[in-house]
């Protein structure tokens, strides 16, 4: 700065060559804290182009940059000079322009994602969402060694690859590779394929991964990214953003919600791009990652566009997995979107819907990566499409899995009722004993018939008092709280024929009709039984089959034992009883207590 001049450096974003003229270069420049004015009076200062590349001029009358034809694509510094007028000594400061010039023939070149599992090779192909406005075949190449870090990536001129991780490596790889068209004059861009590799989930492990995002807006256009769409956490732990992104170059951003909306600058267009970083929700051992996304500042403002991003989802074996690969998508113009199928998976059934809920069934058994690309189309004039990928990891462990559960061999008698043991016992979650703290409810599917029966929140059966007779088969799912998924299984429950036991143990046989005998109410349910009652020194005073509370009831009388004598009149006092009987399903059961006789 020099006598309060200030010439500040410029970066002027992506121009297309061809007559292309852009904001002036004074717009952040100062002269005695004021913006600059270009004229020849007082106060106003001139401008003088230093250093201009071929066929790009700075206008000296209002400081605008013009590219003109069939300038070559490439990155561009000019210089320039602003001097106050009359100011002696002279007063002047310098800056630096950068242009980034594209060729009237483009290319556009859209960074891609994968996913796979430790140890697995996984394919995919970077041509889907890259575009070329003319027409023009694309060529590809890639500009990362293909043994990078010590991995494998088999890259074809068509854009398909095929990865394989190096042995035993978990994390992110990011390659970079260029794209170019057959037009005239040739033109070329480049973008990166980035791949995340883990491990499959297991209790002992925690794992959560932020893919990185590709976007494009128009210039001056704010555009909603939903960062957290294409993210995922294999162990099913819901995430969320943790700190706020990264400062961009050439924009803003605002966060609400987990989506952000990124502001470009006034007047850029090229590529900016910023970080962002997610956390699981677990309290302790939280697990992190942190995802670029690049945005694509487009300086045609007058078509009509529609963006298709890529998007990842990750499930179980054997389960199906679902989402809407719309949740990313974006129309700056607010027209309505419609999808359709274009390739499906090659390791299961994809089933696509115009507004983008989609449903994947993995092949039965299948674990590991698969993928299937889809159009998006909008309804405005004319209409505009574009191609994604969605990406998928299939988990070797089911999160959740229920197991059958077999209680015939503990029958519950009808007149008695009872509650079964926990129907979680046998359950797994990631493989190991489910937890209650892991599950987010337990409901009984079918009741196989049998009624009244209930199902608690901790897995135990209640059968109802009266329940008929008989053998069921009941059902039920239990689902965990991670990932929502759930699983179902059968209960098999036995109920025979039964009644409860109460004994009266208070005797006082005086004939007047209350409590002459020793009553057990419900042993004729079990007329094969025996009853014997002691006295205190052990002796036993009275035994007897097929007890029933009439003929074969014990009145305080001896029936013979011993140095009792039959048909006497025992002493008042505590006496011992015992009771064996057999039940309907042929067990042998005991019960024993004390009873008092009254004189």
């Known amino acids: 700065m020099k006598n309060g001049i200030v010439a500040e450096d410029d970066n002027l974003g992506t121009v ?16 005695n804290g004021t913006p600059v004015v270009i004229g020849t009076g007082v106060g106003q200062v001139t401008l003088t182009p230093i250093i201009t590349p071929t066929g790009i001029t700075i206008d000296a009358t209002n400081g605008k940059v013009s590219v003109g034809n069939n300038v070559p694509s490439g990155v561009y510094t000019l210089t320039y000079k ?111 394929l980035t791949i995340g590799v883990f491990a499959q989930p297991h209790a002992s492990a925690n794992t959560v991964f932020a893919n990185d995002d590709a976007v494009r807006t128009k210039v001056g256009t704010p555009v909603l990214i939903s960062v957290l769409a294409n993210d995922i956490d294999v162990e099913g732990d819901t995430f969320e953003i943790t700190s706020h992104p990264s400062h961009t170059s050439y924009g803003s951003l605002s966060l609400s919600n987990g989506k952000l909306t990124y502001t470009p600058n006034a007047g850029y ?42 998007d990842a989802y990750n499930g179980d074996k054997n389960r199906v997995i679902s989402g809407n690969v719309l949740s990313n998508d974006v129309d700056l113009e607010g027209n309505g979107q419609t999808t359709t199928l274009l390739s499906g998976a090659t390791k299961g059934v994809v089933s696509l819907n115009a507004d ?20 998006l189309c909008d309804d405005g004039t004319p209409e505009a499409c574009a191609v994604a990928t969605v990406y998928l990891t299939v988990n070797e462990a089911e999160s959740i899995v229920a197991n059958n559960d077999d209680f015939t061999n503990t029958p519950i008698r009808n007149m008695v009722g009872g509650v ?84 009266y143990n208070g005797l006082s046989n005086n004939e007047d009709g209350t409590n002459d005998g020793f009553v057990i109410d419900g042993v004729e349910c079990y007329p094969k039984n025996k009853v014997r009652i002691y006295n205190r020194w052990g002796v036993k005073v009275f035994e007897t089959e097929s007890y029933n509370n009439k003929e074969r009831l014990f009145r305080g009388i001896s029936n013979g034992r011993v140095t009792v004598d039959a048909d006497k009149k025992l002493p008042q006092g505590t006496y011992y009883y015992v009771l064996e009987y057999t039940d309907a399903s042929n067990q042998t059961h005991s019960e024993a207590g004390w009873l008092y006789i009254k004189r």
């Open 269 to 310: 267009v090229g590529v900016d791009s910023f970080t962002y970083t997610i956390c699981d929700n677990r309290t302790t051992d939280k697990a992190c990652s942190t995802a670029t996304v690049r945005v694509l500042i487009l300086s045609d403002t007058s078509s009509n566009t529609t963006f298709a991003n890529d």
């Open 82 to 192: 602003i001097c106050e007028n009359g100011a002696t000594p002279d007063n002047c400061d310098t800056a630096t322009v950068t242009i980034t010039v594209l060729s009237s023939n483009t290319v556009l070149a859209i960074s891609d994602i994968n996913n796979t599992y430790l140890n697995t090779s996984v394919s995919g192909n970077v041509s889907t969402n890259d575009e070329d406005p003319q027409g023009d075949a694309l060529e590809f190449s890639l500009l990362t060694a293909s043994n990078h870090q010590g991995h494998s990536l088999v890259f074809n001129s068509d854009g398909t690859y095929v990865f394989t991780p190096k042995e035993g490596f978990t994390g992110v790889v990011v390659y970079e590779y260029e794209v170019c068209d057959k037009g005239m004059p040739r033109a070329c861009a480049t973008a990166t």
């Open 16 to 31: 297309v060559s061809g007559g292309t003229t852009t904001q002036t270069v004074i717009s952040n420049d100062k002269l």
């Open 420 to 503: 079964l043991g926990s129907v979680l016992t046998n359950d797994t979650y990631l493989g190991v004993p489910i937890s209650s703290g892991q599950v987010s409810s337990v409901t009984l599917v079918s009741d196989g018939g049998l009624v009244g029966v209930t199902l608690d929140g901790s897995g135990h059966l209640t059968i109802p008092q009266g329940a008929t007779e008989g053998t069921y088969t009941l059902t039920y799912e239990v689902c965990e709280k991670s990932k929502g998924s759930c699983a179902t299984a059968e209960i098999y429950v036995r109920i025979i024929k039964g009644c409860p036991l109460n004994f």
């Open 356 to 375: 983008g809920t989609f449903s994947y069934k993995p092949n039965m058994g299948y674990v590991g990566p698969d993928s299937f690309t889809y159009k």
